[in-house]
DNA sequence: GTGGTCTAGACCACG
DNA sequence: GTGGTCTAGACCACG
């Protein structure tokens, strides 16, 4: 179910992190859903469950997931619009962008294409 | 010249070699412009000269500038295609985005207004 | 492992850098195989860990080497084709070699036996 | 008459000394040829005389220019064998050339190219 | 004065 | 335990 790349420079909790909120996005995973224990998802994937116990603590701090009793970990109900600090992280890759050459037009693009792999992957979930 | 927030995550010496960037882009920074020394800069903002140094390096590295024989740091000429991987690297802060609820429109105005301050800061560019 | 000449004008992280690239041509390191950690190393050789770490940082931006989360750090697949200055950076040595008195055949032996010494020391590559 | 390049990590009065070999080796100056004084070479070329100086002083103790009293500096007798280290200091060039994926054969070529480059750029001295 | 190298030692995030 | 970051301070080559 994750895709965790031990070679990436990307902390393997915050991986799992994106992965969950990215399931959501596409609408994999639907509030409700059930998330597998921190053990069973450890023993699936091979990560130590100290690292996965530390995803599911930040998700469950993001408000992506809650833990309910006797239900274990499901997905949080989507809040209708949450204050996020995401556009000022994504200045230094734009400035990136530019530097690298690219146009307005050609950054739109790129951030369009993004966003509808993101919402477009789903056709078979 | 440049601000540093020491509470920040990002690193110094990475705060310190986005805004020499951000500056490039903006057209503040001009190719041949030269940079203060490395103990300059320390001196002028209370961070350590290794880590000036540090950010240096990397500068050069990136070939976003270039150190000259007894004349000091320079911008170099900007190339005029790069490889980058930062169009993958914003594929996270989309997704949250996404999750807080903004939809496609939304995200692409927030890029542009990102895109327009950048290059917009400097009339006389 | 690793022989360095604190005595030399070549900086020891330089001759770190050079003694892994120069194991890996030999087949004494494969891609995949585990470096000491940089602590490890450190205490081995005497070096301060800084150095090593810088020598590591290098070779990470060369690719040569890749750091694996929890893991350390391992040879990286070696690349098909790189480009590199190192053709210009022989001239001065081959003038050297000319004003010493060499004809062109002794030359190209003596690069002919680098080549061989560097190639051939291991058997079982 | 030799061409600096401020923006090279090769100091100044090294690429001064190289260049002086390689004329000598390359015909264009010839024992018993008279060099510019020092403050000639410097005014002429805008480098700080120190740094001519230096590299003269370099040249001497190489035994590859010789100052006479009245004549000022002038090129030695080559000589007919000279101790070198200069293949010692391939090593880590050819070990980069193997790294980038050379083969043997075009290792041999690059070389015999920079040679025959060395000696053949004076057909019209 | 300038950058480059090196050591020593501290702290932190990650797993 | 591991790498990454940062500070403090020393020394050197170059120009």
Redesign the pocket.
């Known amino acids: 179910m994750f895709n965790i790349d031990?070679r990436s420079?990307?902390?393997?909790?915050?991986?799992l992190v994106q992965q969950v909120k990215r399931s959501v996005v596409q609408g994999l995973l639907k509030p409700g859903d059930a998330l597998p224990s921190v053990r069973r998802l450890a023993a699936d994937t091979g990560?130590?469950p100290?690292?996965v116990a530390?995803?599911y603590r930040e998700l469950e701090h993001q408000k992506v997931i809650i833990t309910i009793r006797g239900k274990g970990t499901v997905i949080n109900d989507i809040p209708t619009q949450i204050d996020t600090d995401a556009a000022d992280k994504m200045r230094p890759y734009i400035t990136e962008l530019i530097y690298a050459g690219k146009t307005k037009e050609e950054i739109l693009t790129i951030v369009s294409d993004i966003y509808d792999k993101l919402k477009g992957d789903n056709k078979d979930a």
Do not use: G, L, R
């Open positions: 031990i420079t990307v902390p393997i909790y915050e991986q990560i130590n100290n690292t530390k995803a």
